[in-house]
């Protein structure tokens, strides 16, 4: 079974980073040869540099409608910027009270995400909303929970782009600094809000609702469908992340093997 495995903004104060040193050769008057002057920068001005790299990222992304639409040049060009990005967290270690919360996609260019976007681009019957990863492990040292969310609809049937949930659970753990192995385990449907077109289908607004129409109402809100994720092996499908850049409000991945990556940032937290 295919899974939809994207992995695991606004400026914000961030972690601090090293200050820059820049050497620059001055001459010495009585001997008259070149020393190096080493010339230091605040962490401000870091964090100001930092901040600018976060902004111009997402002004490149900005018009691609997620990663649907990018021509080759567009491609090179964010992936200059999330490397920009990503130099300044090089070699630190993900923090997990840092990664626990909600993140919104951005961007990302996996083709089992961008699948999703080109069906919904095609096809007037199916719309994709928000896609969101929901991390739980704030209290963990080594590994937790992570629930990928899409949000999508069916128009006239669903409520417009948030008309139902489907939602990728998987656990896991922390196999390096930076990588993830993720352990996929269950696909759930659910969050059903059903368009009000059809609710006047189902039970008439100008009539009192019948107890037959209200349970039917009840069962679709309340309805959920959950399916173990397991492969013709009958084992568990897994995959690793190398997440490449976290801060409180960007997290950058990149799925191991050339899955594709990914630009989420903060979002409100989401209650399932």
């Known amino acids: 079974m295919d899974v939809i495995a994207f992995p695991v903004c606004s400026a914000a104060v961030i972690r601090a980073v090293p200050f820059k040193k820049s050497l620059v050769p001055t001459p010495n008057s009585s001997t008259n040869v070149h020393h190096q002057k080493v010339v230091h920068y605040s962490a401000t001005d870091a964090e100001t540099e930092l901040e600018d790299k976060k902004y111009e990222l997402l002004g490149v992304i900005r018009d691609t409608q997620r990663g649907l639409v990018t021509t080759a040049d567009q491609r090179s060009v964010i992936e200059e910027a999330l490397v920009s990005v990503e130099a300044f967290d090089a070699g630190e270690a993900i923090d997990l009270g840092e990664l626990d919360g909600t993140w919104r996609l951005q961007y990302t260019s996996a083709p089992d995400v961008l699948i999703l976007f080109e069906s919904?681009?095609?096809?007037?019957?199916?719309?994709?909303?928000?896609?969101f990863q929901k991390f739980e492990?704030?209290?963990?040292?080594?590994?937790?929970?992570?629930?990928?969310?899409?949000?999508?609809?069916?128009?006239?049937?669903?409520?417009?782009?948030?008309?139902?949930?489907?939602?990728?659970?998987?656990?896991?753990?922390?196999?390096?600094?930076?990588?993830?192995?993720?352990?996929?385990?269950?696909?759930?449907?659910?969050?059903?809000?059903?368009?009000?077109?059809?609710?006047?289908?189902i039970a008439p607004a100008i009539l009192p609702r019948s107890f037959i129409s209200f349970q039917i109402l009840q069962f679709i809100r309340a309805f959920k469908a959950e399916f173990p994720v397991r492969n013709p092996g009958r084992t568990s499908v897994g995959g690793l992340?190398?997440?490449?850049?976290?801060?409180?409000?960007?997290?950058?991945?990149?799925?191991?093997?050339?899955?594709?990556?990914?630009?989420?940032?903060?979002?409100?937290?989401?209650?399932?």
């Open 137 to 201: 492990c704030r209290d963990e040292s080594n590994g937790g929970v992570v629930r990928n969310i899409v949000k999508w609809s069916i128009p006239s049937l669903l409520e417009e782009q948030e008309g139902a949930t489907l939602l990728v659970s998987a656990k896991f753990s922390v196999v390096s600094s930076r990588n993830i192995y993720l352990q996929f385990e269950e696909i759930a449907l659910n969050n059903i809000n059903i368009s009000e077109e059809l609710q006047a289908l």
């Open 120 to 131: 919904a681009a095609r096809l007037p019957f199916f719309q994709v909303g928000q896609i």
């Open 241 to 272: 992340y190398y997440l490449s850049y976290l801060d409180k409000n960007m997290l950058l991945g990149r799925a191991v093997g050339g899955g594709g990556v990914f630009v989420f940032t903060r979002a409100q937290a989401i209650v399932l």
